[in-house]
C-alpha cells in the first residue's frame, strides 16, 4: 500500500482515485470480448482513445468559440 500514499501525497486522493479507476478499467479491457457494430470497434482501447480524441476536439471547438464570443471586461459597464 506504500504506492498509494505516494500517489495521494504527489496527486491527491481524488486524482490518484481517478487514476486507479483508469488502470482497473484498462485492465478489464483485456478480461471481456466486445462486440462492435463496426469493425474499428473491435480495436484494442478503441474506446478510451475515441474518448481522448473527442475530448481534445471538444477543448479546440470551445477555444475557438471563445476567441469568436469573448468581450471586453468592461463590456457591461459602457
Known amino acids: ?4 500514499n505516494k500517489l495521494v501525497k504527489n496527486f ?13 478499467l484498462l485492465l478489464l479491457e483485456f478480461a471481456g470480448d466486445r462486440h462492435g457494430e463496426t469493425e474499428y470497434e473491435d480495436f484494442l482501447f478503441f474506446p478510451a ?9 471538444i477543448f479546440r471547438i470551445g477555444v475557438a468559440l471563445r476567441a469568436i464570443f469573448m468581450r471586453d471586461e468592461d463590456y457591461y459597464d459602457k
Do not use: D, P, T
Open 1 to 4: 500500500m506504500n504506492i498509494f
Open 12 to 24: 491527491g486522493k481524488a486524482n490518484s482515485i481517478a487514476l486507479l479507476i483508469c488502470i482497473i
Open 49 to 57: 482513445f475515441f474518448g481522448f480524441i473527442s475530448c481534445i476536439i
